[in-house]
């Protein structure tokens, strides 16, 4: 949503908001920055390391059962970064808003993340949490590791039976929303991720701006 802003295209992750770059497996926040270590110096002040700097939250900063690993992308509209839940090793991408004080961009958030997690198909990404922290609303998406089909295309093209086998995953997957009234809005190269592995695994991203039909 708003756009993610480019971190290499390829990258480790796991939905996103692009490896993720997410994205809400893979999830393209893709592009993230490492090295997110943060340290304490002097009376106890947190000091947030370069790749923590770019965002507003902290490490160890908690949303819901989710705690704040590192960054990963930000855009004109959202921050995501890395999470990891309290019971253990299970990773995500959590999606909030920049501007918590801006009443029409957190209804707008609120609504693209009711509908991501409305969505439950093997090619969508997938939504495993979502809330408030206080007066910032989230999501948080499946991690993905892989790259999204734009970064995938400046390579190249892609085989005639991988371009199929994509085609139909996609199409499967905007039919399942539309069954659900649900119409994505913004669908491009870039909202559409390939998760890294054997044979293709596509997840469309990015439900930000969707809309339900007749609402």
């Known amino acids: 949503d708003g756009g993610l802003d480019?971190?290499?295209?390829?990258?480790?992750?796991?939905g996103g908001e692009r490896a993720l770059r997410v994205g809400h497996g893979c999830h393209r926040v893709g592009h993230y920055h490492r090295g997110s270590e943060c340290r304490r110096e002097g009376e106890g002040r947190r000091v947030r390391s370069p790749a923590m700097a770019q965002g507003a939250r902290t490490e160890g900063e908690r949303f819901g059962a989710w705690a704040v690993v590192r960054f990963l992308a930000g855009g004109g509209m959202d921050e995501v970064y890395e999470v990891v839940h309290a019971a253990g090793d299970l990773r995500g991408?959590?999606?909030?808003?920049?501007?918590?004080?801006?009443?029409v961009a957190v209804a707008r958030f609120e609504r693209g993340a009711r509908i991501a997690a409305s969505l439950a198909h093997p090619h969508i990404v997938r939504a495993l949490d979502l809330g408030r922290s206080g007066a910032a609303p989230y999501l948080v998406l499946e991690l993905l590791r892989g790259v999204d089909l734009s970064a995938r295309l400046a390579r190249g093209p892609l085989a005639v039976e991988d371009a199929a086998a994509l085609g139909l995953q996609v199409c499967d997957a905007l039919a399942f929303a539309?069954?659900?009234?649900?119409?994505?809005?913004?669908?491009?190269?870039?909202?559409?991720?390939?998760?890294?592995?054997?044979?293709?695994?596509?997840?469309?991203?990015?439900?930000?701006?969707?809309?339900?039909?007749?609402?």
Do not use: M, Q, T, Y
């Open 6 to 14: 480019a971190v290499p295209p390829e990258h480790e992750l796991a």
């Open 93 to 103: 991408a959590l999606k909030v808003p920049r501007a918590v004080d801006d009443a």
């Open 178 to 215: 539309h069954g659900r009234r649900v119409v994505h809005r913004d669908l491009s190269a870039a909202n559409v991720f390939l998760c890294e592995g054997a044979g293709v695994d596509a997840r469309v991203l990015d439900f930000g701006v969707a809309r339900v039909a007749g609402e």
